[in-house]
């Protein structure tokens, strides 16, 4: 499984547009990249998933370039609540596969 | 709703006792669960594969007769502590794939505290 490396802490103020770039030199052709984000004491909430280009979602956007090493998570205009550690994951199959969570980034949002 | 549930969501005891984590799917049957633990301040570890049906798969460090896993069902699976000592103090958290959907659950975690 591709290992993955983000920052370890970002701070923000709310309202402000926050992007938290990944790095995954070693990623397979048939592996995809998902983010999750989790909260104190409550397991990992799904955010988005990609594979290749930009993906969009209610919540998020996912920028992919062309060779696929790196990956940013685009968050709209943060809120107090975005406080929380965002995981970036690489595999073969998020949905079925075991999940190796890296460090995570740790997101601050200050009012 | 919540559609992969823990139970408890808590839990202290004393040390040398064993502890059971129920991980149950709410809204469909899986044949594979997850099963991670969590330290303070750290991220995800992935502890094992529980199995419908056979024995489970234990990543590398984790001690299996430590940590045991039943799947008894196809939407159950139980982790049991046994002989915990402090150090297994930790967050448990299980995660389920849902292959109809595509996607992949989370529990909410169990706590565990060992006195």
């Known amino acids: 499984l591709a290992k993955t490396t983000q920052p370890i802490s970002m701070d923000s103020y709310e309202g402000q547009e926050v992007n938290i770039t990944c790095s995954h030199n070693?990623?397979?052709?048939?592996?995809?990249i998902t983010w999750y984000q989790q909260f104190p004491s409550q397991g990992p909430r799904f955010i988005i998933q990609g594979y290749k280009t930009k993906v969009t979602n209610e919540v998020a956007s996912l920028f992919i370039p062309a060779d696929r090493k790196s990956s940013t998570l685009s968050l709209p205009r943060v809120s107090l609540s975005d406080t929380a550690v965002y995981y970036c994951?690489?595999?073969?199959?998020?949905?079925?596969?075991?999940?190796?969570f890296g460090t995570g980034t740790r997101l601050q949002v200050f009012p | 709703g919540a559609v992969v549930s823990q139970h408890p969501s808590w839990v202290i005891c004393k040390s040398g006792t064993s502890v059971k984590i129920e991980c149950r799917s709410l809204d469909f049957q899986a044949t594979t669960m997850f099963w991670y633990r969590q330290f303070p301040k750290q991220s995800l570890m992935l502890m094992a594969t529980?199995?419908?049906?056979?024995?489970?798969?234990?990543e590398q460090g984790v001690e299996k007769d430590k940590f045991l896993i039943n799947h008894a069902s196809l939407t159950l699976s139980t982790l049991t502590v046994t002989s915990a000592h402090p150090e297994d103090s930790s967050f448990y958290i299980c995660?389920?794939?849902?292959?109809?959907?595509?996607?992949?659950?989370f529990g909410p975690g169990t706590r565990l505290l060992v006195l």
């Open positions: 994951l690489v595999a073969l199959s998020y949905n079925t596969d075991k999940l190796i």
């Open positions: 995660s389920v794939p849902d292959r109809g959907r595509e996607t992949q659950y």
């Open positions: 529980s199995n419908e049906g056979s024995k489970a798969t234990y």
């Open positions: 070693n990623i397979a052709t048939n592996d995809y």
